[in-house]
């Protein structure tokens, strides 16, 4: 492939931005809840995003929004510079311009296709070489032996599976990679090697990332940046050493207090358990998602929905009352 | 699976398809391997079994034993005829149904309905009394009436696999729709419908020796069920005419079933 | 008779299937006293659920169970006859699992899942006395409003709450002792944080001895007086939570802790642990860990000799050649 850029594949500059979403409305057609309530957020070249959020957020939905898989009702998408390409339409190439790493690894890989067909596929399929050298040059990539050719998915183990799905991803030179929870179904000493391994893929290949996890000690350790979901909405984005270090938003501060910590002090002992009760079984209208466990909500909560605001240069939050300065 | 049962599973594929070979094999040996001229009458009516006639002669004298090879080959040309025709239509239908789904696979399965819903044994004997009772004939007759259930069987295995996530990694990558279905969705369903197909190929052949049993098969060619069925009101005093040809249905029928339940236990293992 | 709660010595359990024998936990040694909760850490495939389960006789008929003592409350817990468990269940000794949907029946109310766990072992108690009783407990584990639940089905209860539920079966006939297996593993981390806090209450109240099991050092870390750290059916390490997390001896523990993702770690600061945990315990001549030691990895001792948990200073023992105790 030529390193200068073509009508296919754009150079992108550093700096500027890669996906775009705004104020994007998701429901899916069986419910009438929406599942995506307004999201606004954007991902820069060459920086890593980490998407944080529980159950229900709608965290997976936002990458599936921004790969095209699933229409918005209102809002824009747009993804370098472009409509999200989707599974229909697009020409490869711009399919093959973001891609996604699951959260399964035992149900990403065919299970009846050898590791080495596995990793042939999209190369062949995209125009790239596809030798088996090239297939080794990827394993080399992601720290697998050579030895993982000829076997089938179900004789390795959810790591090394992980790092295939990766390396799939990675083979076509996406610009963006999208990875879904990609470590959550690995024990925790596997879990680091993969970290370890998408933060030197991104300084080595230069892609710009999506890292969504329900993890907020997992998502620290790769994003430069980080969102935080609540219900359909992001509550919060900033850096993410400010965000876990001075969360404004309530929520942020329950969410960094709940995580398990091996300090002796865990850190915000004052925020622990501040988030009482659970997220609402029944939707609502108006106002804001989180009102029902906030500790500093106001009848001001209840009717009006807070909108993302800049707080300063690099944080955003959504609420009528942030906390810290 | 523990060892022994590891064990049995082993002996019972290999008898199984030994089995299937050894009767397509003997289909295809039969002009060579048969004594006499299936339909030639060769020796005294209704003579037991003997060193001249292995399986003795039937009511007219007409040797047995290449009775049942000639048997065997017309058996296996039915069922490997009507295995090529459910093969192609239901592998299509299933798989565009299942993988295009919409107003395709509403369409698709209400024709697989219609097939499915005809009795098959008698649309047979009333197609017979219309076209007459040749080879060709019966092949393409149960052919069109056995693949509808095939073709849901594909469907529901293509639906369940078109949802994984490995699926939606190719179609990310970029792998068109041809590709998608032979190259990452058929590898994986091929055990269940391999399963199914040879339960399915025993029913034909057991639907094949009924109408042969009740006379309407071809009569240019011997069927094992035109033997056995030949020799009715004969059963007790010359067993051996309908005996015979009984234990070829059986084993072929028991070999094709027990080759599916194995790969099915594979499977499953 | 021991003064402990609850007395192990030496258990093994293995696994019998056909002409394989695999070995799912290979002498463990360990003590509980009343009140107290052992946090018991490891990843998959270290026997942790199994050793739980030999402890409340739910081993299926393939289990061969070899031990020198196991003594719980005077009781011989390798000895019971058979309708001895009936007694020691859900009576003596409590059981939290992780799955809250699979561990409640669907098809039954929460109210008649409770009652029939109290009256089983109390079979004087009239149904008055039963509801009393329930809705006391529900309300103890901090369900409100339970008097109107009672008949509720567990699919309309979250997960929280449903755990919770499990939780209160458990207590419900004041056992001495809860075994509890990754019992928030299937939580939101929120929720999870509350359920610890749940959990802690109960312990200080009832001064129940509790038995956490975990993956997660740091959902330990949040609850237990003392650790006990498994790797491939061993324990590798033991003594107070504080102590062994701050100052571990063992190299696992020292890795475990090097790779914990944290929020405040610096990107890039996790060390990981090469290779995988093993998923069956062979026949291995020296210490189980050696392939992934960076510290033993090619010492003369550690290659052939299988260390044993000796007793260290203070309330601590290690498994390992390379400790100068």
């Known amino acids: ?325 | 699976m523990s060892s022994l049962r590891s064990r049995i599973w082993v002996l019972r594929l290999i008898s199984s398809t030994a089995g299937v070979l050894v009767w397509l094999l003997l289909a295809m040996a039969a002009p060579w391997l048969a004594p006499h001229d299936p339909f030639l009458v060769v020796g005294e009516g209704l003579a037991a079994p003997s060193w001249h006639h292995p399986l003795g002669t039937d009511l007219i004298g007409r040797d047995l034993f290449s009775g049942v090879l000639f048997g065997a080959r017309t058996s296996a040309t039915i069922v490997v005829g009507v295995a090529a025709i459910v093969v192609v239509i239901a592998f299509i239908v299933g798989l565009v149904s299942g993988y295009l789904g919409g107003i395709i696979d509403d369409f698709l399965m209400r024709i697989a309905e219609i097939f499915q819903v005809v009795p098959r044994f008698f649309l047979a004997i009333v197609a017979i009394a219309y076209f007459g009772s040749g080879v060709d004939r019966l092949i393409v007759i149960l052919g069109l009436t056995s693949w509808s259930g095939l073709a849901r069987v594909i469907r529901a295995e293509t639906l369940s696999v078109r949802e994984s996530a490995f699926i939606e990694a190719a179609q990310l990558f970029g792998s068109g729709i041809f590709r998608t279905i032979f190259r990452e969705i058929l590898p994986n369903i091929a055990p269940t419908v391999a399963v199914y197909l040879t339960l399915l190929l025993s029913r034909v052949l057991l639907v094949e020796a009924s109408l042969a049993f009740i006379g309407l098969s071809d009569p240019s060619s011997i069927s094992w069920g035109y033997l056995a069925g030949s020799s009715q009101a004969y059963l007790r005093s010359a067993w051996w005419i309908a005996v015979f040809p009984g234990l070829a249905i059986l084993m072929a029928a028991l070999s094709l079933t027990s080759l599916g339940d194995a790969i099915g236990r594979r499977e499953r293992k | ?325």
Request: contains cysteine.
């Open chain 3, 1 to 325: 008779m021991s003064s402990h709660l609850l007395e192990i010595r030496n258990l093994s359990v293995r696994f019998q299937s056909g002409s394989h024998q695999l070995t799912a936990v290979d002498g463990v040694d360990l003590t509980i006293d009343k009140g107290e909760t052992l946090g018991i850490v490891g990843e998959s495939g270290c026997g942790k659920t199994v050793l739980a389960t030999s402890l409340l006789g739910l081993l299926p008929s393939s289990a061969r169970v070899a031990t020198h003592r196991l003594q719980f409350s005077g009781i011989d817990l390798s000895n019971v006859p058979s309708g001895g468990w009936r007694s020691i269940r859900g009576r003596r000794i409590g059981m939290v699992f992780q799955d809250p949907t699979t561990a409640l029946n669907p098809l039954r109310t929460i109210g008649s899942q409770l009652a029939e766990s109290i009256a089983i072992h109390d079979r004087s108690a009239t149904s008055r006395e039963i509801r009393k009783r329930i809705i006391d407990l529900l309300e103890s584990v901090g369900i409100a409003g339970a008097s109107g639940r009672l008949s509720d089905y567990p699919h309309q209860w979250s997960g929280g709450m449903r755990q919770r539920a499990l939780i209160a079966m458990a207590i419900s006939n004041s056992p001495d002792l809860l075994i509890a297996d990754e019992p928030t593993t299937a939580l939101d981390v929120t929720i999870q944080a509350q359920v610890l806090e749940l959990l802690r209450s109960i312990q200080r109240e009832r001064e129940l001895a509790m038995i956490f099991i975990s993956h997660s050092l740091g959902v330990v870390n949040s609850i237990a007086d003392r650790i006990s750290v498994m790797y491939a059916g061993r324990i590798v390490e033991s003594g107070p939570c504080s102590e062994v997390l701050t100052t571990p001896s063992h190299p696992y523990t020292r890795a475990l802790i090097d790779c914990f993702p944290e929020i405040g770690r610096s990107r890039g600061s996790l060390v990981a642990i090469d290779g995988q945990p093993p998923r069956h315990i062979g026949k291995i001549d020296g210490c189980r860990f050696r392939d992934r030691c960076n510290v033993g990895r090619d010492r003369l001792d550690c290659v052939s000799h299988d260390p044993v948990l000796k007793r260290a200073a203070g309330d601590r023992s290690v498994a390992c050649h390379a400790v100068v105790i």
């Open chain 1, 1 to 325: 492939m030529s390193r200068g850029g073509d009508l296919m594949n754009p150079i992108i500059a550093a700096g500027s931005t890669v996906v775009t979403l705004q104020d994007v409305r998701v429901s899916y057609r069986s419910r009438a809840e929406p599942i995506l309530r307004g999201v606004t957020l954007t991902l820069s070249a060459g920086e890593t995003l980490g998407v944080v959020g529980e159950s229900g957020c709608g965290k997976t939905t936002l990458l599936r929004t921004i790969l095209g898989l699933i229409p918005t009702d209102s809002g824009v998408v747009e993804v370098l510079g472009g409509d999200p390409p989707g599974l229909k339409d697009g020409s490869p190439a711009s399919r093959a311009a973001i891609q996604l790493v699951h959260q399964d690894p035992f149900a990403s890989l065919n299970p009846r296709m050898t590791i080495r067909q596995i990793l042939q596929a999209p190369l062949r399929i995209n125009g790239y070489e596809h030798s088996a050298s090239r297939v080794r040059e990827l394993l080399d990539m992601v720290g697998l032996s050579h030895s993982v050719l000829e076997n089938l998915p179900a004789q390795l183990s959810g790591g090394q599976r992980q790092r295939i799905a990766i390396a799939r991803a990675l083979s076509i030179k996406p610009k963006v990679l999208l990875l879904d929870e990609p470590v959550s179904a690995l024990d925790v000493s596997v879990q680091a090697q993969v970290i370890n391994l998408i933060n030197d893929l991104q300084g080595s290949q230069g892609f710009s990332c999506i890292f969504v996890s329900h993890d907020l000690a997992v998502v620290a350790q790769v994003a430069n940046r980080i969102a935080v979901m609540y219900l359909g909405q992001v509550v919060e984005i900033g850096d993410t050493d400010s965000v876990l270090t001075e969360p404004a938003h309530p929520y942020s501060m329950a969410l960094a207090a709940s995580v398990p910590s091996l300090r002796q002090e865990p850190r915000g002992e004052s925020w622990r358990g501040l988030a009482v009760g659970e997220p609402p079984s029944e939707m609502m209208t108006s106002g804001c998602t989180f009102r029902s466990r906030c500790w500093v909500a106001t009848s001001r909560c209840d009717v009006e929905t807070p909108r993302l605001v800049e707080r300063t240069s690099s944080r955003q939050v959504a609420c009528h009352h942030p906390q810290g300065r």
